[in-house]
C-alpha cells in the first residue's frame, strides 16, 4: 500500500515580510500607476505636473516647463513655492527628504499647504522617484537652491545647498530617467500628453505650460486666457453654434468654486465634461448632477414664462435640453471624495446644491440678458421633444420586436445556442457574402452572426428618430437587446464579444467606422466595459509548394517573400470577407484560437469626441485638413 507523502511548509514570524521605504512600489508597480506600458510611462509624468498645477490653484505659479530629452529622461520646472527643506519635526530629516522617500507624505492630508489639489493620496512623486533608475530633485526658496540624488528611490546623500539665488526667485525642478527594467518601453507619445497639457492649461486660467520634446525637436505653450470658455469653443471649432459667444458662470459658495461654460450648436449629441480639481471625472458625480438638474429647470421655467412651451405641454426631459450641448462643468474644492483609485467620480454630496444653485441663477440671468440666443436655443431644446416623442414610438417597436420572450429576432441573425451573455459573441459582418461564408464557417454553439446591407446611416449627422428609421440599425439594436437612449440598459446585452468584421478595403473601413461612431455616441459603456472588438482577416495568402501563409501585413509579406526569394510564391490579395470560403474564414479569422482580435478602448474622451466630430461631422474643412496631413501614412489603400 502506497502511502502519500505531504510537504508540510513552516509558517511563522520568519515569513512575515516587511518591504521598507520604496520597495512596494518597485515590487507591484501596478497597484500605485496602473500599469508598466505607456500610460505608465506618461503617468509618471502627470504625477510631477499635477504636483505644479496645485501651486497654481493656489496662485503661488503660473509657468511649467516640461522636457523629454533625447535619452527618454524628463524634467519638469515649476516657479511656485519650492517643497520645504527644511527639517521634518516628526521625522528629523529634511521635509524634501521626506516628500520624496515616503508614501503618504505630502501637503495636502492637513490644512495650511494646500486649500485645493488633485493629488490626495500622498504617494505621488515618491512613486515617481520609485520607479526611476535615477532622480533628482532641486528646490529654489528662501534664498538658496538646494539638490538631493536618488538612485532607485534611494538617496545618494543628504540634502545640501548648493548655490544662492534671488529671493524672488522660486520654484521645484524635477528631473527623472525612468527605469527600463521596469517599464515595458520609453517612447512617449507626443500628442497624448499634449492633449493632457492643453486641458490643464484650459481648466486652470492664467497658467502657462511649455511643453518641448527635444526627441523630435517639437515645443508647444498652451496658455488659455478665456480659460474653459475657450475650452468649449475649442470643442465647438468643428460645429456651427447657435449663440456666437458662449455662457459662462463662475462663483465661489463657501469652500467651493463652480466654473461652467456652455454653447449649444446645431448638431444632436451632446458633449459635457466634468473635471474636479483639474481632474477628469468621467463616470460624473454630484457636481454633473447639479448641473443637469439646473440647466434642465432653468430652460423649462424660460420656456414656459416666455410661451415656448404651453400650459398643457409636457416639460422638456434632461435629454431634450443636453441635445446639441457642449459643455465643462469645473469645480475646486478642499477634500474631494472620489470613488475608486481612478478618480472618476466625484462623491461630495454638497457639491451638487452648490452646482444646481450657481448654474440655476447665472443660467437664467444669460437667457434674459440675451433673448435671441435663447430662443434658438429653447426652439432646438422643443423640436429634441418632437423628436424624442418620435424616437419614442419607434423604439418602442423595435423592442416588440426585439423581445426575447416572443423570439422576434431579426431574421438576418444567425443566434448561437448559446444562452449565457459572457459565453456568446456577435460577429457584425459586412454583406451578405461574407455573412453566408460566416454562418457557414462559425462555432454554432457560441458565435452569431449578424450581416448588414451596406453602410448604416452616420449617426452623427441624425437625430434619434431618423436614426430608427434606418433598418439595419434598427436590427443592430434589437440583436444586442440593450435598447437604445435613455432606456439603454447594457445589462441587457445579448453577447459579451461584439466584433465588427468588414473587408480589408476602403468600403470596409467605412462600414467600420460608421460603426465605431454608432457604438461612441448611442452605447459608449459598452467599450469602456471591453465588449467591443475588430476582427483582423489576413490581407495575403502566400503559397509556395505546400506551405501556405496568412499574412495581415504588408510588412509580414515582405519577410516571408524574402525567405521564398529563390522560389516561386504565389500570391493572393483579400479584399473581400467573401473571398474566403467558410473553412479559411474559420481558421484565420474566427477561430478564437488562431484569430486575431483588437479591442476598441477610449483613452481619452474629450480626444474621440473631437476626433469622431471631425470625421464624421458636416464641417468639411478640419476633414479635408485631416486627410491632407495624413494622406501618407494610409496603409492596404484599396486602389
Known sequence: MAQAVTSKSTYDASNIQVLEGLEAVRRRPGMYIGSTDIRGLHHLIFEVVDNAVDEALGGYCDTIRVTIHPDASVTVSDNGRGIPVKKHPKMNTSALEVVMTVLHAGGKFGSGGYAMSSGLHGVGVSVVNGLSEWMISEVRRDGGRYRQEYR??????????????????????????????????????????????REMAYLTRGLRIVFIDERSDRETTFYFEGGITSFVRHLNKTKTPLHPKPFYMHRQVGDFIVEAAIQYNDTYGESVHSFANNINTVDGGTHLTGFRSALTRTINDYARKNGFLKENDDSLTGEDVREGLTAIVSVKLPEPQF???????????????????????????????????????????????????????????VQRKGSLETFSLPGKLADCSERDPARSE???VEGDSAGGSAKQGRDRRYQAILPLRGKILNVEKARLDKMLQNAEIRSLITALGTSIGDQFDPSKLRYHRIIVMTDADVDGAHIRTLLLTFFFRHMESLIVDGRLFIAQPPLYRLQSGKDVHWVYSDEERDEIMARYKDKKVETQRYKGLGEMNPEQLWDTTMNAETRTLLQVTIDDAVRADETFDMLMGNAVPPRKSFIQTHARQVQNLDV
Not at 539665488?165 to 497624448?192: C, V
Not at 434658438?376 to 422643443?382: A, G, L, Q, Y
Not at 421633444?385 to 423604439?395: E, G, Q, V
Open 152 to 197: 532607485r528611490g534611494v538617496p545618494v546623500a543628504a540634502v545640501k545647498k548648493v548655490g544662492t539665488i534671488d529671493k524672488a526667485e522660486q520654484g521645484t525642478t524635477q528631473s527623472w530617467m525612468p527605469d527600463s527594467t521596469i517599464f515595458d518601453s520609453l517612447d512617449y507619445n507626443y500628442d497624448l500628453i499634449a492633449q493632457r497639457f
Open 339 to 397: 470613488e475608486g483609485q481612478t478618480k472618476g467620480k466625484l462623491g461630495n454630496a454638497p457639491m451638487s446644491g452648490a452646482v444646481n444653485s450657481v448654474v440655476g441663477e447665472l443660467l437664467a440671468q444669460h437667457l434674459e440678458e440675451n433673448p435671441q440666443a435663447a430662443k434658438r436655443i429653447v426652439e432646438k431644446c422643443v423640436n429634441a421633444a418632437r423628436a424624442r416623442d418620435a424616437a419614442r414610438k419607434a423604439r418602442e417597436l
Open 426 to 428: 456577435l460577429y457584425i
